[in-house]
Structure formats: C-alpha cells, structure tokens
Nanobody, 115 residues
Framework: QVQLVESGGGLVQAGGSLRLSCAASGNMFGFYILGWYRQAPGKQRELVATITYGGTPTYGDSVEGRFTISRDHVKNTVSLEMNSLKPEDTAVYYC?????????WGQGTQVTVSS
C-alpha cells in the first residue's frame, strides 16, 4: 500500500499562484512516477503533470508554461507550483503514484480560482 496526502489547496484570485504538495509513504518501490491530475465538476479527470523517477516532467496542454512539477526523493514528496492561475483551473487536484499497473491516488485537495 502507498499513502498519498495532499496539501496546499485553497482559494486564489485569477493571475495568482498556489503551491500544492503531496507526501508519499508506504511500500514504494521501483522507478515509480508521481503526478497530479485534476477533476472539475461535470468533467473527466485530466492530466496536470507527471514526473518520472529520473525527474523528467510531462505537462497537460492547458497548464504547459504555467505550472511546474518537482519531486524530492529524500522527503518522498511531489510538488506543483501553479502560476498565472485561471478560473478554468478550478478543480479538485489529486496526487498520483504509478508503477507499472500499480496505481494509488490521494484524497484530493480543492483549488478554486476566482475571476
């Protein structure tokens, strides 16, 4: 089992910034990928960003250039720096652990961007 605990969500005005963090613990092994996904009301969950064990990031088209993902192997954390936030970024953000077919999700943290 892997436990993922997100923090850092909240309410911010458009154009502002937020930083999300996710602490991972448990039976982590292999060259696992950590990432962030989000789900807005009435929409499917979508990719925000992932980062490989070696530190290679991948971003969703809608956040490329505005968000930055990073991970700390010592602390077993993954962070998401979100800049130039837009109302359409409003969603529940979920931390994700993936290693092959094994996948775990955090409980989610709400991000609300007001216009």
């Amino acid at each position: 089992q892997v436990q993922l605990v997100e923090s850092g969500g909240g309410l911010v005005q458009a154009g502002g910034s937020l930083r999300l963090s996710c602490a991972a613990s448990g039976n982590m092994f292999g060259f696992y990928i950590l990432g962030w996904y989000r789900q807005a009301p009435g929409k499917q969950r979508e990719l925000v960003a992932t980062i490989t064990y070696g530190g290679t990031p991948t971003y969703g088209d809608s956040v490329e250039g505005r968000f930055t993902i990073s991970r700390d192997h010592v602390k077993n954390t993954v962070s998401l720096e979100m800049n130039s936030l837009k109302p359409e970024d409003t969603a529940v953000y979920y931390c994700n652990y993936q290693w092959g077919a094994i996948e775990y999700w955090g409980q989610g943290t709400q991000v609300t961007v007001s216009s």
